[in-house]
């Protein structure tokens, strides 16, 4: 039972919430971001490399193989390198990464913005025989009588 009510305090924190909401806007902007990609990104870039889909880029490391049981042959899978969906992988990822970036680099220009609060102003001096602290305007010490 204390396991069930140390979950629920756990669940209900603050934090904990604050992440969950993260991660979950954070997998919409990285559904957004791979649209972005290859919907917008990736077709004029193609276009312009002679109307290449970089979806369909890959090196074909051997060809499917279809069943023939009258020879014995069982049905293998392709195998391709897919190195145009790792580019438009790699171009998510730089999106993303560069969006973070401006975020926290904007969160870091709010927080020094910040107004400092001005140094107060220096009141005391210290005495130069016996070094105790006296009034800025005392031209005496009070602690040794010594003119300052």
Same mark, same amino acid.
């Given at each position: 039972?204390?396991?069930?009510? %140390?979950?629920?305090?756990?669940?209900?924190? +603050?934090?904990?919430?604050?992440? *969950? #909401?993260? &991660?979950?806007? /954070?997998?919409?902007?990285?559904?957004?971001?791979?649209?972005?990609?290859?919907?917008?990104?990736?077709?004029?870039?193609?276009?312009?490399?002679?109307?290449?889909?970089?979806?369909?880029?890959?090196?074909?490391?051997?060809? %499917?193989?279809?069943?023939?049981?009258?020879? +014995?042959?069982?049905?293998?899978? *392709? #195998?391709? &390198?897919?190195? /145009?969906?790792?580019?438009?992988?790699?171009?998510?990822?730089?999106?993303?990464?560069?969006?973070?970036?401006?975020?926290?680099?904007?969160?870091?220009?709010?927080?020094?913005?910040?107004?400092?609060?001005?140094?107060?102003?220096?009141?005391?001096?210290?005495?130069?025989?016996?070094?105790?602290?006296?009034?800025?305007?005392?031209?005496?010490?009070?602690?040794?009588?010594?003119?300052?």
């Amino acid at each position: 039972m204390s396991m069930l009510k %140390e979950f629920k305090e756990f669940a209900v924190r +603050g934090n904990v919430i604050d992440m *969950a #909401v993260g &991660i979950i806007i /954070g997998g919409a902007f990285g559904k957004i971001v791979s649209s972005m990609v290859n919907d917008i990104i990736m077709p004029p870039i193609g276009m312009a490399l002679g109307n290449v889909d970089f979806a369909d880029l890959k090196v074909v490391l051997r060809e %499917e193989v279809l069943a023939d049981p009258a020879q +014995g042959v069982e049905a293998l899978p *392709a #195998v391709a &390198i897919n190195y /145009g969906m790792f580019i438009n992988t790699t171009l998510d990822f730089i999106i993303v990464a560069f969006c973070i970036f401006m975020m926290i680099r904007t969160i870091n220009k709010l927080k020094r913005e910040q107004p400092t609060a001005a140094p107060a102003p220096v009141t005391t001096k210290e005495c130069p025989q016996c070094c105790s602290i006296i009034p800025l305007k005392a031209s005496r010490c009070p602690q040794c009588t010594s003119q300052v």
